[in-house]
């Protein structure tokens, strides 16, 4: 079971979903909100959404670990998810732990929310 700090924001559920929300904050960027389901009638819940622009994040965690990501169940279930989101409008962006670490992941959710490159950041 995935013990949450009680300190940590509503809606970040692990260690990586917390980095990504304070690399956000130290970009200067909206954390989204967490947890958010966006395709009716399936349980389906993203770790990031930003609701207005339409943009919604993924963690990939476990993926050398055969973790839930990396099985082909869980493969085939976040083919589902994001092909029914990106089905609905939404751009969808996954992210890897060294994607985080790097700041490439800030980088594509800035350029998803604004529509324009962060030179910033890579």
Same mark, same amino acid.
């Given at each position: ?9 509503? =809606? ?7 980095? %990504?929300? &304070?690399? %956000?904050?130290?970009? =200067?960027?909206?954390? =989204? ?11 389906? &819940? ?5 609701? &207005? ?7 990939? @965690? ?5 973790? @839930?990501?990396?099985? @082909? ?5 976040? *083919?589902?998810? /994001?092909? %029914?989101?990106? /089905? ?14 790097? =700041?490439? /992941?800030?980088?594509? $959710?800035?350029?998803?929310?604004? @529509?324009?490159?962060?030179? *910033? $950041?890579?």
């Amino acid at each position: 079971m995935n013990r949450r700090p009680p300190y940590w924001p509503p =809606g970040v559920e692990s260690e990586l979903e917390m980095m %990504l929300v &304070t690399r %956000l904050e130290h970009a =200067g960027l909206p954390t =989204g909100v967490g947890q958010h389901k966006i395709v009716p009638g399936r349980q389906f &819940t993203w770790d990031r959404c930003w609701i &207005t622009e339409r943009v919604c994040a993924e963690v990939q @965690g476990g993926i050398w670990s055969k973790g @839930g990501h990396s099985s @082909g169940v869980g493969i085939e279930r976040d *083919c589902l998810k /994001a092909s %029914l989101a990106a /089905a609905l409008g939404w751009r969808c962006i996954f992210a890897t732990r060294s994607m985080i670490e790097d =700041g490439s /992941a800030i980088a594509l $959710i800035h350029e998803a929310l604004h @529509g324009q490159e962060c030179q *910033c $950041i890579r």
